[in-house]
């Protein structure tokens, strides 16, 4: 097998780099270690419950027992179909903050500023509402209101604002601060992942073909540049030549995984477990950042949440809705409502994001909604200073790496965390919901001094699934990627998707990732000559 361009990984920003390269008529072959995104509850989207452990779509990874973050393992759902995490995830559209992109710039990443970049999240994007001058209108990506927005969801909206925080009509639009209603990558009643928005609409080019059940097992090379992938595919080993690029994109996890049993990375390390050094690399699966939260439930005593929605005949009523009407309870994702905001007076931009949503669990088993009615909001320190790492443990390509995010070990993130806890106690006080709170049921009223709420974050916190950094883009010697994203020392070579980011965006990662993904394409067509 041979093609010009072989990408790994069909997710956020695999199927964008996949659908660009294929526009210029260049054949590429996707890689993807999942199968077709076959199952229904992806593209309906109140269905993402049921694919944060489903065992086919799904990595299903665990971090290593931390101390820092009370000795348990931490579930890391990972999309492993087509679309990636994007077809799992809980469909938030969050760009994230102009200084964000502005502070890799400064951090020497060379055409990765606020200006630079937001072309790009244009070209993507159809957000009809927008303001054009900073949303985009016609591209592949369906960005969406909430189409049924739950009474409780605008009380939150309200007491945010009665708790000093300012309404913003668009959360991605020329601020970000403030309160205002969540956005979703969902085209009318389905979800629009990568994989049924931009590979959809390249599928019918013959130049592009899609292997799935198909996982890279190892990168091959000439000396020090990469020619090929080798792959298992259904159990059969076989090998694909590129003759002119390969582009890793398996995610935060994958894609540090696959260059260390490769031969790239900390040489010490690759020799310990037996991997062939090619390049030694000290960055790669260093740099983990990801975003860890903590929550705050109510329960609710005279309003509807979708705890209620979710079970027993209004479930039925739900789907019938849906079906006649593409509108109701099944067409939401997780969080409806949104504050980004300071932890402190004088920073330049919100370090804390707080999500809502309309709905309770138990804080350790996320997703499976309790019987009586309650409200969440969680907690998100959105740039933190923690860093943590992945790496294989053997060169089994199968065998899960061990993934230690060291979360919270860093003081300056328990003081943003328990400022955010504290914002968001005082918007739970506030009169419009106050009135429809029958009380705090976690961590419940006994969690008041800063040394509570950091045993509460110890023993409760949880991943928002935003995990970044682990190939780090700079122009600095651990560096992984220069900022064209080709692997520094290594010809032939790109990773393109969330582990390029050498910081955590203000915010989900998934807008962010496909904007990776174009800008990565862009940059392979100029530097190889391909149509513009
Ligand atoms: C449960 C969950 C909820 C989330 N909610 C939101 C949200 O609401 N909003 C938001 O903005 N972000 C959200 N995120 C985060 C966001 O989805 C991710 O940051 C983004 O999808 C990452 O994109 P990626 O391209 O880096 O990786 P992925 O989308 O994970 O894609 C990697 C792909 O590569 C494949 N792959 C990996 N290794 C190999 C291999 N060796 N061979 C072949 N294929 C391989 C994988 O199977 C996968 O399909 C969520 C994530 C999760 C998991």
């Known amino acids: ?46 269905g993402v419950r049921t694919l ?37 995830n809980g469909m938030l559209y969050v760009r994230g903050n102009a200084t964000d992109y502005d502070g890799w710039a400064q951090m020497g990443c060379r055409g990765w500023s606020f200006d630079d970049v937001l072309p790009l999240f244009k070209k993507s994007e159809d957000y009809k509402p927008g303001d054009s001058s ?35 009509a668009d959360l991605n639009g020329h601020s970000q601060e403030g309160v205002g209603y969540s956005q979703m990558t969902r085209r009318g009643r ?92 000290p960055g790669v699966g260093a740099n983990l950042i990801d975003h860890y939260v903590i929550r705050i439930s109510h329960r609710v005593k005279d309003l509807v949440s979708l705890n209620n929605l979710a079970r027993g005949p209004r479930v039925v009523a739900e789907a019938i809705r849906y079906v ?51 409200m969440t909001v969680a907690i998100c320190v959105v740039r933190p200073d923690s860093r943590g790492t992945i790496m294989a443990t053997t060169t089994d390509p199968t065998a899960k790496p061990a993934i230690r995010p060291n979360y919270i070990s860093a003081a300056e993130d328990l003081r943003v965390m328990t400022a955010g806890f504290r914002h968001t106690r005082r918007i739970f006080a506030a009169p419009s919901m106050a009135q429809h709170s029958a009380g705090e049921i976690a961590p419940g009223p006994s969690v008041e001094s800063d040394l509570d709420v950091a045993d509460y974050a110890r023993r ?45 965006t203000t915010g989900n990662t998934n807008a962010p990732t496909i904007m990776i993904g174009e800008k990565g394409a862009m940059m392979i067509r100029e530097d190889s000559g391909l149509a513009a």
């Not at 260049?26 to 270690?33: I, R, S």
């Not at 520094?488 to 050498?502: F, K, Y």
């Open 1 to 46: 097998m041979n093609a010009d361009f072989v990408v790994v990984g069909a997710g956020s920003a695999g199927c964008v780099v996949a659908s660009r390269l294929s526009e210029t008529g260049a054949t590429v072959t996707l890689l993807e270690a999942g199968p077709t995104d076959w199952y229904p509850f992806i593209h309906i989207p109140a």
């Open 52 to 88: 944060l452990r489903n065992k086919r779509m799904n990595w299903n990874y665990e971090s290593e027992p931390e101390a820092v973050s009370g000795n348990r393992p931490i579930h890391w759902p990972r999309g492993k179909v087509l679309g990636g995490s994007s077809s799992i």
């Open 134 to 168: 900073v949303r985009g209108k016609g591209g592949p990506l369906k960005v969406e209101d909430y189409r049924t927005i739950l009474p409780l969801t605008h009380l939150f909206v309200k007491a945010a604002q009665e708790a000093g925080f300012t309404f913003n």
């Open 190 to 281: 389905f979800r629009g992942s990568t994989a049924r928005t931009f590979l959809a609409e390249a599928r019918g080019r013959a130049n592009l073909r899609v292997e799935t059940n198909a996982i890279a097992t190892r990168l091959l090379f000439e000396g020090t540049k990469c020619v090929g992938v080798a792959f298992r595919q259904n159990g059969v080993d076989r090998e694909i030549r590129a003759a002119r690029e390969v582009i890793v994109s398996g995610g935060a996890v994958n894609s540090p995984h696959l260059l260390q049993i490769s031969g790239i990375g900390p040489a010490e390390h690759l020799k310990s477990i037996g991997a062939p050094v090619v390049l030694d690399s």
């Open 324 to 374: 006649v009407t593409g509108k109701g309870a099944l067409t939401m994702g997780v969080t409806s409502a949104q504050v980004f905001c300071r932890s402190r007076e004088g920073l330049a931009s919100p370090d804390l994001q707080l999500l809502f949503t309309p709905a309770s669990s138990d804080p350790m088993r996320i997703g499976e909604l309790e019987r009586e009615a309650g």
């Open 460 to 504: 409760a916190g949880n991943t928002l699934y935003h995990p970044v950094g682990t190939c780090r883009m700079g122009e600095d010697p651990r560096a992984v990627v220069d900022s064209r994203l080709r692997v520094r020392g290594i010809g032939g070579l790109r990773v393109i998707d969330a582990s390029i980011m050498p910081t955590l």
